[in-house]
Nanobody, 122 residues
Framework: QVQLVESGGGLVQAGDSLRLSCAAS????????MAWFRQAPGKEREFVAT???????TISTAVKGRFTISRNNAKNSGYLQMNSLNPEDTAVYYC????????????????WGQGTQVTVSS
């Protein structure tokens, strides 16, 4: 199995950028597809982006053009570059992993990090 730890969250102003990181340990990171989800207070967990071991990606329409997902298998790490942030992006952001193909459903992911808070002020 794999253990995931997110970092890079914080408080920013609208229009700013943040880069989230997901550090993996355990089995080789290249065995996994990874994804980013987010959850705002009172809302369900929402798909943001996913990437397979070769770099193929799927991005949510809510963030397409502003967010980019990437990974570095040699460093056992994944990333979410977030640009042009707005208050609607405020949420806890989670990194997740699964051994099969890409999925946009959180229930398909057995491995999760603890989350990192992103707060965007207007």
């Amino acid at each position: 199995q794999v253990q995931l730890v997110e970092s890079g969250g914080g408080l920013v102003q609208a229009g700013d950028s943040l880069r989230l990181s997901c550090a993996a340990s355990g089995r080789p990171f290249s065995d996994y597809a990874m994804a980013w989800f987010r959850q705002a207070p009172g809302k369900e967990r929402e798909f943001v982006a996913t990437i397979n071991w070769r770099g193929a990606t799927t991005i949510s329409t809510a963030v397409k053009g502003r967010f980019t997902i990437s990974r570095n298998n040699a460093k056992n790490s994944g990333y979410l570059q977030m640009n042009s942030l707005n208050p609607e992006d405020t949420a806890v952001y989670y990194c997740a992993a699964r051994t099969l193909q890409l999925s946009t459903y959180p229930t398909d992911y057995p491995y999760w990090g603890q989350g990192t808070q992103v707060t965007v002020s207007s």
